[in-house]
């Protein structure tokens, strides 16, 4: 391939690395360090014909893949970032051009991270929630994936009971919810008294191991919010996220209209009897 390097990953953790490593220098000003130094899509794409290695069927997911759990900075960044203080998250949207983001140097400090990810509190309280009305055809075919997560929570109606013992009802609107710029992953409403509070649901599943990750759940919540305002709906907006576990789901619940950082409560629901495919 004319004007491409031979890729060669020696002294890299990550095959994506020197593509980072590129198109950090490409944006970066050693006269003037900037905060945040944001970059496209198209800049991943560029930088994997740079060093000639092989495009992922989805870039979209290059980012995000870093991003999946905290494994520590040097898992996400080549030392060369790191270095200058520099750490990494996941950004969506488009500039007023329309050029799609993919992702975010952040300036951090040298020896500091950022604190991404949900840090769940130990102990939790704990619900028990029934299980013997689950279809047997649904007990014995649900999958640990993201899907049978918000079966689950459906067929069990476990929002309306964590959120509100059962007291008021708690819909699904739609799962997932393109929305651009994120997709939410569950999209669900409550109706009482005539105020409607809007719960997008940042999900994650057994079969993936991935953590919460605020910068997702943020992006989420944003984008609800944006899209409440130019819809001129009124409602308020909850942010949820909800992790699959063995045989039960972890529940974190987020302030009112609030951009979500830490939870105003944490909830472990686990079944009886046990969900057989939900155990790792």
Wanted: charged letters at 25%; hydrophobic letters at 35%; aromatic letters at 10%.
């Amino acid at each position: 391939m004319s004007g491409t390097k031979k890729y060669n990953l020696s002294g890299y953790t990550s095959k994506k690395h020197p593509v980072l490593e590129f198109i950090f220098q490409k944006y970066y000003n050693p006269h003037k360090p900037q905060e945040k130094i944001a970059f496209y899509l198209s800049d991943i794409a560029e930088g994997y014909k740079i060093h000639g290695i092989p495009e992922p069927v989805s870039i979209s997911n290059t980012i995000l893949d870093l991003t999946r759990q905290d494994r520590g900075i040097s898992s996400r960044l080549p030392k060369s970032i790191s270095d200058l203080g520099y750490d990494l998250r996941k950004k969506t949207g488009q500039d007023p051009k329309g050029k799609k983001y993919a992702g975010e140097f952040v300036h951090v400090g040298v020896g500091n991270a950022l604190k991404s990810w949900l840090i769940w509190p130990n102990p939790m309280t704990e619900i028990v929630i029934k299980s013997e009305s689950l279809p047997p055809l649904v007990r014995s075919m649900v999958r640990p994936d993201e899907g049978g997560l918000f079966s689950i929570v459906d067929y069990l109606d476990i929002l309306s009971i964590v959120l509100f013992k059962q007291k008021i009802p708690v819909y699904r609107i739609q799962n997932p919810m393109k929305w651009q710029p994120n997709e939410i992953d569950g999209f669900y409403a409550s109706d009482h008294d005539g105020k409607i509070t809007l719960y997008p649901i940042e999900a994650k599943a057994l079969t993936t191991g991935d953590e919460i990750n605020l910068d997702q759940l943020q992006g989420g919540f944003s984008t609800v919010a944006n899209n409440m305002t130019k819809s001129k709906i009124n409602a308020d907006i909850q942010p949820i996220a909800v992790k699959m576990i063995d045989n039960g789901i972890d529940i974190a619940i987020f302030p009112h209209n609030t951009i979500p950082e830490d939870p105003e409560r944490c909830v472990r629901v686990v079944f009886e009897p046990a969900i057989i495919n939900w155990q790792k």
